[in-house]
């Protein structure tokens, strides 16, 4: 299989950057996005150039430091799918493949595909946390919850903040993001406790830096962790109640 | 038995330690790894009564340097906080929620003991003990069973989703070699809820400003003044900047170093460079070559493959193992009639079959593989098939199961695992081996403290499925904020390192003249090129089967290898800045000497045990142990010139520290 590739070069955050093409052949189809990126990146240092910088670690979906955009679209061809198993497969041989960083104003450029995603870390720190010193939990068996309620909180702790929502949004809101976080601590009946603090510190951290929603609902159709998009809804009703309530 | 009664037995080696089949190895010292004396059940408790405490208004004074951020990295780093402490945390990721814990899948184990299954306590020691093939500390196997009941309540309290019952208790499913079943879990994704919880605690101290958090930034050396450690040497991965951190103590969490094989299940950044780089400055290796291999990975499938993606264990439960009989099949699977297979798991151990204990069925998978019957593209692997079952039950019931797995084999492979069966192989997965801690996880280096997967308390020669969560959790946030607080109230009033001491400076110099000479060698070959030569020669010299060849062949190729990545290694960029390269090559260098020292490791325990499996000592298949000599850890020191930017040759000593059993007898394990 035979690709051409288009790929978003950048020095450093303050480089203009480009596209730089390549021509990549022998390709496997089982090979993943991200060990193409490899393959030629062993020739260009055999060059003695310099490799392209990209992000990627477990390389099996769930630590979410990978994700780039192809064709336009953040991880790659295939739906619901990390970058790191997007698979050669979902191209036709002889395409030409636009790859770039996750592309967003709260994700600045730090070298080629690296992008800077602490931003989401900001929102997490402003109050997606509990309130709750090591060993002075209760005892868990004691505080019973439903069988389908920690399923459904489960759906929504799945996020693995890759990023890829905020890419996709044509605002760059990080709604389903901070939504997921909100609507998973708000079911735990002990996270719960703070939920009206915390919506209110975590929307305005996510203000902060990222853009509005307008509900497009394209951050979903990209997530890998197929968060539901009634983590907005949910964001939504738990800011209104905290405007309703008293700062704590 | 019950084990309130002080103990009156107590086995230990019959003979001192023996001398090295390893050339070259010098034979040191019997270490003291500080367990209290007495009744392993009640010695955490007696030790918490020893420990001292610092005064809440003296604890901003401290900082304490945490290197790692994953469950047993951000508790530590998180509960320290909390207590008041100054802590500088430290990842190689752009975010510390990324830590490779986040990978586990299976579950986490506690002995809470609740229901009438008859679990308790002294069944979850002697799990471990045995677990372990005795070649770990019986009384930490009593504080992971005491501390697992606060971990669980704690990680459900700061929001992990464990799975419940209807009537809304805490679930449990059962996890290999173990009756009961006191593996908690929320669905395939335990480590990732753990992970996650951890890593919003430490970031609760991050907004609080307790915690000042260093992302991809990795630890190149340790500060070390008057014999202890007092900070680290780090280079931002951003900037591509060397800077200081003196603190009042450190705290290594940096995980597992499998990945020395090139091939593992753990993420492609993961690495032993920080442990390593301590164990130079004179913190002993615990039983390096003590590594896990887990039977059921998804296969190579091309020669660029980074990684082997774990397929949980639970499929054997109803897959079943085979391959062709005749060497070389070509045919598709479903083309090769039943009585042209060998369903070779349930032909050479007909009581527990398929599911045989992880390493019997790893080693198992590649002697077909070995001996030409591997299947797939590339003959490496075995197939793993769900036909009968799905005969039997009907694909709902299949799907349903393990419809998570089947979709990241479909992902992955292409092949629908409905219709075709799975292939699998063995790989590395897990290190028991690590730096050797005493019991209050203290590194040979005074104010060193070591947790997680990076010591190598608590496994002994081999893990229990689902007790590392469980021991990087415990290290975390319930021994760790205890000791290292009991070692810094001995260090009231004395003062770090000055940023331009001769402490920091040479260690700042060693970091700084190891990336230069990284840089410098401009060569041929590329770090990638050095590492995947490398791991193929550990698989087949120190992978599931070891032998006094196998291991010496290693040994040669690993110290020729070494000198030619330090004449041929090639390195693009530049010092500063974002270099991927560089980073690569800074990690792959130090798995060069690390892998020696495997090999060294392996060669001279003359014994098989666990996950350690000596061809020469066998039974039917089975690890014999050597109770009488080798009854005891080894801790090794490496000897060579402190420059990290040559090529020294590394001399090696092996300590010994007793392992003593009270409450539980050494016994063989049987599968047969
Ligand atoms: C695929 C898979 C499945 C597993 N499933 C289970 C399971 O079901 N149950 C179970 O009990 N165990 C399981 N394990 C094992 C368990 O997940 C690990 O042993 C445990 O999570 C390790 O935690 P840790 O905190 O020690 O290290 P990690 O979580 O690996 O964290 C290491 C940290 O160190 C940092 N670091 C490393 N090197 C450097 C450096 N040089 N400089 C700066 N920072 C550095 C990293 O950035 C990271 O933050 C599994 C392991 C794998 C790979």
Same mark, same amino acid.
């Given at each position: 299989?035979?690709?051409?590739?288009?790929?978003?070069?950048?020095?450093?955050?303050?480089? $203009?950057?480009?596209?730089?093409?390549?021509?990549?052949?022998?390709?496997?189809?089982?090979?993943?996005?991200?060990?193409?990126?490899?393959?030629?990146?062993?020739?260009?240092?055999?060059?003695?150039?310099?490799?392209?910088?990209?992000?990627?670690?477990?390389?099996?979906?769930?630590?979410?430091?990978?994700?780039?955009?192809?064709?336009?679209?953040?991880?790659?061809?295939?739906?619901?799918?990390?970058?790191?198993?997007?698979?050669?497969?979902?191209?036709?041989?002889?395409?030409?493949?636009?790859?770039? $960083?996750?592309?967003?104003?709260?994700?600045?450029?730090?070298?080629?595909?690296?992008?800077?995603?602490?931003?989401?870390?900001?929102?997490?720190?402003?109050?997606?946390?509990?309130?709750?010193?090591?060993?002075?939990?209760?005892?868990?068996?004691?505080?019973?919850?439903?069988?389908?309620?920690?399923?459904?909180?489960?759906?929504?702790?799945?996020?693995?903040?890759?990023?890829?929502?905020?890419?996709?949004? $044509?605002?760059?809101?990080?709604?389903?993001?901070?939504?997921?976080? @909100?609507?998973?601590?708000?079911?735990?009946?002990?996270?719960?406790?703070?939920? @009206?603090?915390?919506?209110?510190?975590?929307?305005?951290?996510?203000?902060?830096?990222?853009?509005?929603?307008? +509900?497009?609902?394209?951050?979903?159709?990209?997530?890998? +962790?197929?968060? $539901?998009?009634?983590?907005?809804?949910?964001?939504?009703?738990?800011?209104?109640?905290?405007?309703?309530?008293?700062?704590? | 038995?019950?084990?309130?009664?002080?103990?009156?037995?107590?086995?230990?080696?019959?003979?001192?330690?023996?001398?090295?089949?390893?050339? =070259? #190895?010098?034979?040191?010292?019997?270490?003291?790894?500080?367990?209290?004396?007495?009744?392993?059940?009640? /010695?955490?408790?007696?030790?918490? &009564?020893?420990?001292?405490?610092?005064?809440?208004?003296?604890? !901003?004074?401290?900082?304490?340097?945490?290197?790692?951020?994953?469950? /047993?990295?951000?508790?530590?780093?998180?509960?320290?906080?909390?207590?008041?402490?100054?802590?500088?945390?430290?990842?190689?990721?752009?975010?510390?929620?990324?830590?490779?814990?986040?990978?586990?899948?299976?579950?986490?184990?506690?002995?809470?003991?609740? !229901? #009438?299954?008859?679990?308790?306590?002294?069944?979850?020691?002697?799990?471990?003990?045995?677990?372990?093939?005795?070649?770990?500390?019986?009384?930490?196997?009593?504080?992971?069973?005491?501390?697992?009941?606060?971990?669980?309540?704690?990680?459900?309290?700061?929001?992990?989703?464990?799975?419940?019952?209807? =009537?809304?208790?805490?679930?449990?499913?059962?996890?290999?070699?173990?009756?009961?079943?006191?593996?908690?879990?929320?669905?395939?994704?335990?480590?990732? &809820?753990?992970?996650?919880?951890?890593?919003?605690?430490?970031?609760?101290?991050?907004?609080?400003?307790?915690?000042?958090?260093?992302?991809?930034?990795?630890?190149?050396?340790?500060?070390?003044?008057?014999?202890?450690?007092?900070?680290?040497?780090?280079?931002?991965?951003?900037?591509?900047?060397?800077?200081? &951190?003196?603190?009042?103590?450190?705290?290594?969490?940096?995980?597992?170093?499998?990945?020395?094989?090139?091939?593992?299940?753990?993420? #492609?950044?993961?690495?032993?460079?920080?442990?390593?780089?301590?164990?130079?400055?004179?913190?002993?290796?615990?039983?390096?070559?003590?590594?896990?291999?887990?039977?059921?990975?998804?296969? #190579?499938?091309?020669?660029?493959?980074?990684?082997?993606?774990?397929?949980?264990?639970?499929?054997?439960?109803?897959?079943?193992?085979?391959?062709? *009989? !005749?060497?070389?099949?070509?045919?598709?699977?479903?083309?090769?009639?039943?009585?042209?297979?060998?369903?070779?798991?349930?032909?050479?151990?007909?009581?527990?079959?398929?599911?045989?204990?992880?390493?019997?069925?790893?080693?198992?998978?590649?002697?077909?593989?070995?001996?030409?019957?591997?299947?797939?593209?590339?003959?490496?692997?075995?197939?793993? %098939?769900?036909?009968?079952?799905?005969?039997?039950?009907?694909?709902?019931?299949?799907?349903?199961?393990?419809?998570?797995?089947?979709?990241?084999?479909?992902?992955?492979?292409?092949?629908?695992?409905?219709?075709?069966?799975?292939?699998?192989?063995?790989?590395?997965?897990?290190?028991?081996?690590?730096?050797?801690? %005493?019991?209050?996880?203290?590194?040979?280096?005074?104010?060193?403290?070591?947790?997680?997967?990076?010591?190598?308390?608590?496994?002994?020669?081999?893990?229990?499925?689902?007790?590392?969560?469980?021991?990087?959790?415990?290290?975390?946030?319930?021994?760790?904020?205890?000791?290292?607080?009991?070692?810094?109230?001995?260090?009231?009033?004395?003062?770090?390192?000055?940023?331009?001491?001769?402490?920091?400076?040479?260690?700042?110099?060693?970091?700084?003249?190891?990336?230069?000479?990284?840089?410098?060698?401009?060569?041929?070959?590329?770090?990638?090129?050095?590492?995947?030569?490398?791991?193929?020669?550990?698989?087949?010299?120190?992978?599931?089967?070891?032998?006094?060849?196998?291991?010496?062949?290693?040994?040669?190729?690993?110290?020729?290898?070494?000198?030619?990545?330090?004449?041929?290694?090639?390195?693009?960029?530049?010092? *500063?800045?974002?270099?991927?390269?560089?980073?690569?090559?800074?990690?792959?260098?130090?798995?060069?000497?690390?892998?020696?020292?495997?090999?060294?490791?392996?060669? %001279?325990?003359?014994?098989?045990?666990? /996950?350690?499996?000596?061809?020469?000592?066998?039974?039917?298949?089975?690890?014999?142990?050597?109770?009488?000599?080798?009854?005891?850890?080894?801790?090794?020191?490496?000897?060579?010139?402190?420059?990290?930017?040559?090529?020294?040759?590394?001399?090696?000593?092996?300590?010994?520290?007793?392992?003593?059993?009270?409450?539980?007898?050494?016994?063989?394990?049987?599968?047969?």
């Amino acid at each position: 299989m035979k690709l051409t590739l288009q790929i978003w070069r950048q020095r450093d955050t303050k480089d $203009p950057g480009h596209y730089e093409t390549f021509e990549v052949d022998q390709l496997d189809v089982g090979m993943s996005l991200l060990e193409m990126l490899d393959r030629l990146n062993e020739q260009l240092v055999h060059e003695g150039k310099e490799a392209i910088a990209f992000d990627s670690d477990c390389r099996e979906s769930i630590c979410g430091t990978c994700g780039v955009n192809v064709n336009g679209r953040p991880h790659g061809p295939r739906p619901h799918v990390t970058s790191c198993m997007q698979r050669l497969r979902s191209f036709r041989d002889g395409e030409t493949v636009r790859i770039e $960083p996750l592309r967003s104003g709260a994700f600045p450029v730090r070298k080629d595909l690296v992008v800077d995603r602490s931003g989401l870390d900001r929102i997490i720190a402003a109050g997606g946390t509990v309130a709750l010193p090591a060993g002075t939990a209760p005892d868990s068996d004691a505080v019973g919850v439903g069988h389908d309620q920690v399923e459904r909180a489960l759906d929504f702790a799945a996020c693995i903040g890759c990023g890829a929502c905020v890419s996709a949004c $044509p605002n760059g809101a990080a709604v389903l993001f901070t939504g997921a976080k @909100v609507a998973h601590l708000s079911m735990l009946p002990i996270p719960a406790i703070e939920k @009206v603090p915390r919506a209110e510190h975590m929307v305005a951290a996510m203000e902060d830096e990222f853009g509005p929603c307008s +509900q497009y609902g394209e951050c979903a159709l990209v997530c890998p +962790q197929n968060v $539901p998009l009634t983590a907005i809804a949910f964001l939504q009703k738990e800011r209104l109640k905290s405007l309703l309530h008293p700062r704590v | 038995m019950t084990n309130s009664t002080l103990p009156n037995t107590a086995t230990a080696m019959t003979t001192p330690p023996p001398p090295s089949a390893a050339p =070259g #190895v010098m034979v040191g010292s019997q270490l003291n790894a500080r367990i209290p004396d007495g009744d392993p059940e009640t /010695a955490w408790l007696r030790r918490r &009564q020893e420990y001292r405490v610092v005064n809440p208004a003296n604890r !901003k004074k401290f900082t304490v340097a945490v290197v790692g951020t994953g469950l /047993a990295g951000a508790g530590a780093a998180a509960a320290l906080a909390e207590l008041g402490f100054e802590v500088h945390a430290f990842c190689y990721q752009d975010s510390p929620r990324r830590a490779h814990s986040i990978a586990a899948q299976g579950g986490i184990n506690a002995a809470r003991a609740r !229901k #009438v299954d008859n679990d308790s306590l002294y069944r979850f020691v002697v799990d471990t003990v045995k677990g372990g093939d005795f070649r770990g500390r019986e009384a930490e196997a009593y504080r992971l069973g005491q501390e697992s009941v606060r971990v669980i309540d704690h990680m459900n309290a700061i929001g992990a989703p464990f799975a419940r019952e209807y =009537g809304g208790a805490l679930a449990t499913r059962s996890f290999g070699g173990v009756q009961v079943s006191r593996t908690y879990y929320t669905r395939g994704q335990t480590g990732q &809820q753990l992970q996650l919880s951890a890593y919003q605690q430490l970031m609760r101290q991050v907004q609080a400003g307790t915690v000042k958090l260093h992302p991809r930034t990795e630890m190149l050396d340790l500060i070390m003044e008057d014999g202890a450690a007092r900070g680290v040497i780090v280079r931002d991965l951003v900037t591509g900047e060397i800077h200081a &951190q003196v603190a009042d103590a450190v705290i290594l969490a940096t995980g597992g170093y499998g990945t020395v094989y090139y091939l593992s299940t753990l993420a #492609v950044g993961c690495n032993a460079s920080a442990a390593w780089r301590a164990h130079r400055l004179g913190a002993y290796l615990g039983n390096p070559s003590m590594v896990q291999f887990h039977p059921t990975c998804l296969p #190579v499938m091309t020669p660029w493959q980074s990684k082997t993606i774990l397929m949980s264990e639970s499929l054997r439960n109803d897959g079943r193992m085979w391959v062709p *009989l !005749k060497p070389g099949d070509e045919r598709a699977p479903g083309d090769i009639p039943e009585a042209e297979r060998d369903y070779y798991l349930e032909r050479k151990y007909p009581a527990y079959g398929n599911l045989s204990p992880r390493d019997i069925s790893s080693r198992a998978g590649k002697e077909q593989i070995d001996s030409g019957h591997g299947v797939g593209p590339m003959h490496n692997a075995t197939y793993l %098939d769900l036909a009968d079952a799905i005969k039997r039950l009907g694909a709902n019931t299949i799907w349903e199961r393990y419809s998570n797995l089947l979709e990241m084999y479909r992902i992955a492979v292409g092949e629908d695992p409905m219709q075709v069966p799975i292939r699998i192989a063995p790989n590395t997965h897990y290190t028991m081996g690590g730096l050797w801690v %005493d019991y209050n996880l203290m590194s040979s280096i005074p104010g060193l403290f070591v947790g997680g997967e990076a010591n190598s308390s608590y496994h002994g020669a081999n893990r229990l499925g689902a007790n590392s969560l469980l021991s990087a959790s415990v290290d975390g946030w319930f021994v760790l904020p205890y000791a290292v607080m009991d070692y810094l109230a001995g260090r009231l009033g004395q003062a770090r390192p000055a940023l331009d001491s001769t402490a920091v400076l040479s260690a700042f110099e060693r970091a700084q003249a190891r990336t230069e000479a990284l840089l410098q060698v401009r060569g041929t070959r590329t770090p990638a090129e050095f590492h995947k030569q490398l791991g193929n020669y550990l698989w087949e010299g120190c992978g599931l089967n070891r032998s006094d060849k196998s291991l010496k062949t290693a040994i040669g190729q690993i110290r020729a290898l070494r000198s030619e990545f330090w004449q041929d290694v090639l390195v693009t960029g530049k010092g *500063l800045g974002v270099n991927q390269t560089l980073e690569k090559a800074g990690r792959v260098a130090d798995f060069l000497e690390l892998a020696e020292l495997l090999c060294v490791d392996a060669l %001279d325990r003359d014994e098989s045990c666990g /996950a350690h499996f000596r061809i020469e000592h066998q039974a039917a298949g089975e690890a014999v142990r050597d109770d009488d000599h080798w009854m005891f850890a080894s801790a090794w020191a490496t000897t060579a010139p402190l420059d990290f930017a040559t090529n020294p040759t590394l001399r090696f000593t092996r300590h010994a520290e007793p392992l003593h059993y009270t409450n539980i007898q050494p016994a063989r394990r049987n599968y047969q």
